[in-house]
């Protein structure tokens, strides 16, 4: 499905802002953004519940079909589990002993056939949210559309529910545009990442991808990437010119990189293989992490998080300690 | 634990035999009143007792049969009328957001605010100049107008509570409006139109007054019947003619709780599609 120059406005709101978009055939987008980003009506325009203002969407085959699946299960109370999958093809027409046979058959796949006659009160969570994403599959939709569909869940029923829906997709081949905002989800199932901020996709790319080289600080924030600091304050710390292209005036490093360091460490230069710099701060916060420790420093006043891997030594509060930065894991982007 | 649970069991109990009480205690006079014509205070029980008001209400001046088809006539009407004027007017005020929506909503359920007096001058004038109307028809029309804001009010808050979700993922299913409203509204809206029904038949069955001016005091519903007599106080016809009166009330309050206990029983299947996808299973 390819989207060009989408708008949607709502009551003299302009929401999705030239939005274009192409989903490849078995693929898995997930689409992220903070609240309020737009990633809901994008998603119920390509559904067709809320008209694009200008824009176009075509499909390779050249009509394609969407199935929704919402963050609520939004099950028909009045209907049995069966009737709520039969629901779209009862709307199609399809004889009732056939669909009756489809729906069967699907309840199975989705773990379901000895549910068939309950009411959607009488299913648990995850179940009910199986049975929403069976009634929207059971139409073979081209692109399934999936509107934080487990976020309302506990959390091992989440990663239980995504795992399925994963295997599930990859057996069925249909395409899914995936709008979470959890992280860990997204990385468990995307194939690409977009990042919508403001009615805009600010940067589309693949997860790795998208956490190396976030094209902007805005991407970055919302990524909540930890230790951001400018060029200029890694400078300060290396004590040296930083050779990365003058365009990168930003860069991270991921807490398990860093290291608190104990005795004499003396200052590397950063021109040496392996570089990296020992600067002095002091402990704002520890707090324990499944692997160790997770420290909070301060240095030249800017907060710095240190993940400690194992249960050695805890640092006290306001101890002062040395930290290594090695040089080649901060990753560089543009502001 | 158990002792609070039994307290608390006993003061239900007592609370719901008094409440029944006080709701039958007024028709035990009334069915006494209905076989005697003297029945003076202070004595407990009339000296005598007698069939003839029962007698008058069964013959062919008492026009009772007349009165009662007439007002279930009106009644009917009444109703169908808020069926297509009310559920169309509550799903907008409900779903669909609008300027002037309050206005609207204030402007309809009107005539519960309004004193009486001011509507039924306007009906009156609307009487005249609509001298045309079937007289059922314009009856029907001033019962409408009394009924309509207790219908409306009824089915909004329903479709209030549906709200538009399931609407939603019915339509990304492929339903058009007529289904949605088929197979998703009409179904979960079903314990609110008896409701509302039941309400608007018993208003209806009850007016005096809108159905006085507009036939002109011509068409004879049970309140007009009763009315006279009750003006010239002989009680016993009036406790008669009442008690026929509730008699399809009854039988309505009795229709409403079977449907209700039907809709709760099959939850709402429609057109027969559980027993056909049953027999299917079982025949595979």
């Known amino acids: 499905m390819q989207l060009e120059q989408i708008n949607i406005q709502i009551n003299e709101t302009v929401i999705i802002k030239d939005l274009d978009l192409q989903i490849k055939p078995k693929e898995i987008f997930v689409l992220m953004g903070p609240s309020g980003s737009g990633k809901t009506t994008l998603l119920k325009g390509i559904a067709g519940l809320i008209p694009f203002t200008a824009g176009k969407q075509t499909w390779e085959s050249g009509k394609g079909t969407t199935g929704i699946v919402f963050q609520e299960p939004r099950l028909f109370p009045h209907l049995t589990v069966i009737e709520n999958i039969a629901f779209g093809l009862r709307v199609k ?52 559309l999936l509107d934080e569909p487990f ?48 009615g805009r996709l600010q940067q589309i790319a693949a997860p790795v991808e998208l956490f190396q080289h976030p094209s902007s600080e805005n991407i970055a924030q919302f990524l909540s990437l930890p230790n951001r600091m400018t060029r200029l304050q890694w400078s300060k710390w290396f004590k040296g010119e930083i050779k990365v292209p003058a365009t990168k005036n930003m860069g991270w490093i991921d807490p398990n990189h860093m290291q608190i360091v104990h005795g004499e460490h003396k200052q590397e230069n950063i021109t040496n293989d392996r570089p990296s710099s020992i600067i002095t701060a002091v402990v704002t916060k520890v707090k324990p992490s499944k692997e160790g420790f997770s420290v909070t420093v301060s240095a030249d006043n800017l907060p710095l998080d240190i993940n400690m891997i194992g249960w050695g030594r805890i640092p006290r509060l306001e101890e002062s300690v040395k930290i290594k930065i090695p040089f080649e894991k901060i990753l560089w982007y543009t502001k | ?38 029945w003076p205070w202070p004595l407990l029980l009339p000296e005598e007792w007698n069939i003839s008001s029962w007698k008058y209400l069964l013959s062919v001046s008492g026009r009772a049969l007349e009165g009662l088809s007439n007002s279930l006539i009106v009644a009917s009407l009444t109703l169908l009328g808020n069926l297509l004027l009310g559920i169309p007017a509550a799903k907008v005020l409900a779903q669909i957001e609008f300027i002037g929506k309050k206005a609207v909503f204030s402007t309809l359920l009107a005539p519960l605010f309004i004193p009486y007096t001011v509507s039924i001058i306007g009906m009156h004038d609307f009487a005249i100049r609509f001298t045309l109307l079937n007289e059922y028809v314009s009856v029907a029309f001033a019962h409408l107008i009394v009924t309509l804001p207790y219908f409306i009010a009824t089915i909004w808050f329903q479709f209030r509570l549906i709200g538009n979700k399931l609407q939603e993922a019915a339509v990304s299913l492929g339903a058009n409006r007529w289904k949605v409203f088929l197979w998703i509204e009409a179904p979960l809206l079903l314990p609110s139109v008896l409701l509302g029904s039941f309400l608007v038949v018993v208003i209806s069955l009850s007016q005096y007054l809108p159905t006085w001016i507009m036939s002109g005091g011509t068409l004879l519903t049970m309140p007009l019947i009763i009315f006279p007599f009750a003006n010239s106080g002989d009680s016993s016809i009036v406790a008669a003619y009442s008690l026929l009166f509730f008699v399809p009330v009854l039988l309505l309050l009795m229709v409403y709780f079977l449907l209700v206990r039907i809709n709760a029983k099959n939850n709402l299947q429609i057109g027969g599609e559980k027993d056909a996808i049953r027999a299917n299973k079982h025949s595979n």
Do not use: C
Request: glycine residues 4%; hydrophobic residues 45%.
């Open chain 1, 93 to 144: 027409g399809t004889p009732v002993r056939e669909r009756n046979n489809k729906a069967s058959a699907f309840l199975k796949r989705l773990q379901l056939d000895q549910l068939e006659d309950r009411y959607p009160h009488q299913l648990s969570g995850g179940q009910q949210q199986r049975v929403a994403l069976g009634r929207a599959l059971i139409l073979s939709p081209a692109l399934l």
């Open chain 2, 1 to 38: 634990m158990v002792k609070r649970l039994y307290v608390r069991r006993s003061v239900n109990v007592i609370f719901i035999t008094l409440l029944t009480l006080f709701l039958i205690f007024p028709f035990i006079p009334l069915i006494i009143w209905s076989f005697t014509k003297h």
């Open chain 1, 151 to 198: 976020a309302s869940l506990d959390t091992s029923l989440r990663t239980d529910l995504i795992d399925w829906m994963y295997s599930l997709q990859r057996k069925l081949g249909f395409s899914i545009l995936w709008v979470t905002h959890y992280l860990d989800e997204a990385l468990s199932v995307a194939d690409r990442i977009g990042v919508m901020l403001d």
